[in-house]
């Protein structure tokens, strides 16, 4: 069972008390198999770094207590060594939300950015100063970090994350001029910029919407409520709809999608005939690729 102070959190979020408590229990890994000629306690420098700078940082106002923290796992995949202290490779981030009452932990994130760069000294510290670019390694963890925090918000509350993502975006927009690949929008349509951007955008608000209902309307009221809740994730898979409407494909939306796709298969495969159906129809208009596995829960 989900401890006791998880129902207070979900109560007072959004009551502003300035603490000194941290917000993440991050695991941090890096594979660096593929690289050969670098000293390994370079990695396990690199390691320290990151945990301590994302665990050790205070990066909201919020009152955490320490089994509240927001769990998330970064991988970091170094893929080249550019030079002795120069690399690139990949994240892959994963984050979890705890579903009120009980044990199960429900998919929030689950994303690999392909474009990650930077430059890591073991003897320097990774600092990180708001709206200045310092270097791309605090600019990728502080960016990540602000958009998990807005992620987990909004399912607690409507538009919850807005502060949060407005602070990844100036994260954004303080990498413009570094040269670094993922920050500008014309790079790609499927990168950091275009990804904070659209959840900002107030065309999209209803992915927004589909975070809150699917979650605090849906999942949290599942233990007491199994098809009253199930009823209300089913009414939010309309909201990706509208989404996916005024634009097919879009990459926030796909993100969403790669995280949340079983967890909505499993919940329907209980479902009545008439609610399977209802999911099948929405998830193969928004999720053409994987029309088939949302068809799967009608031998459930």
Same mark, same amino acid.
């Given at each position: ?214 979650? *605090?309307? !849906?999942?949290?009221? &599942?233990?007491?409520?199994? %098809? +009253?809740? @199930?009823?209300? =994730?089913?009414?939010?898979? #309309? ?7 005024? *634009?097919? !494909?879009?990459?926030? &939306?796909?993100?969403?999608? %790669? +995280?949340? @796709?079983?967890? =909505?298969?499993?919940?329907? #495969? ?31």
């Amino acid at each position: 069972m989900v401890k006791k102070a998880l129902l207070g959190f979900v109560f007072t979020l959004l009551s502003v008390i300035p603490v000194t408590a941290q917000e993440f229990m991050c695991q941090v890994q890096i594979n660096s198999r593929k690289v050969q000629g670098i000293d390994p306690t370079t990695f396990d420098a690199m390691k320290t770094a990151v945990f301590e700078f994302i665990n050790n940082r205070k990066w909201t106002n919020y009152n955490f207590q320490f089994e509240e923290r927001i769990e998330w796992t970064l991988l970091i995949t170094i893929e080249n060594a550019i030079s002795s202290d120069e690399f690139s490779g990949q994240f892959n981030i994963v984050l979890q939300r705890p579903v009120f009452k009980t044990d199960y932990k429900t998919p929030l994130l689950n994303i690999i950015d392909k474009d990650v760069s930077f430059v890591f000294r073991p003897n320097q510290p990774v600092n990180f100063v708001e709206n200045t670019y310092t270097d791309n390694l605090s600019s990728l963890l502080a960016y990540y970090s602000y958009f998990i925090l807005g992620q987990y918000f909004d399912t607690f509350s409507q538009d919850g994350g807005t502060d949060f993502y407005q602070k990844a975006m100036s994260v954004v927009q303080s990498a413009q001029n570094s040269n670094r690949k993922g920050w500008q929008s014309f790079e790609s349509q499927k990168n950091r910029y275009h990804l904070v951007d659209q959840y900002l955008n107030a065309a999209y608000e209803p992915l927004r919407t589909f975070l809150y209902s699917y979650h *605090r309307k !849906g999942l949290d009221t &599942m233990y007491d409520q199994p %098809d +009253a809740g @199930r009823a209300v =994730i089913l009414r939010s898979l #309309s909201d990706l709809k509208k989404v996916n409407d005024k *634009r097919p !494909g879009m990459y926030s &939306m796909q993100v969403l999608l %790669d +995280a949340k @796709r079983q967890e =909505i298969i499993n919940i329907f #495969s209980k479902g009545s005939p008439t609610e399977k159906t209802s999911m099948i129809n929405i998830m193969k208009e928004i999720d053409p690729a994987n029309g088939s596995k949302y068809q799967e829960v009608m031998r459930k």
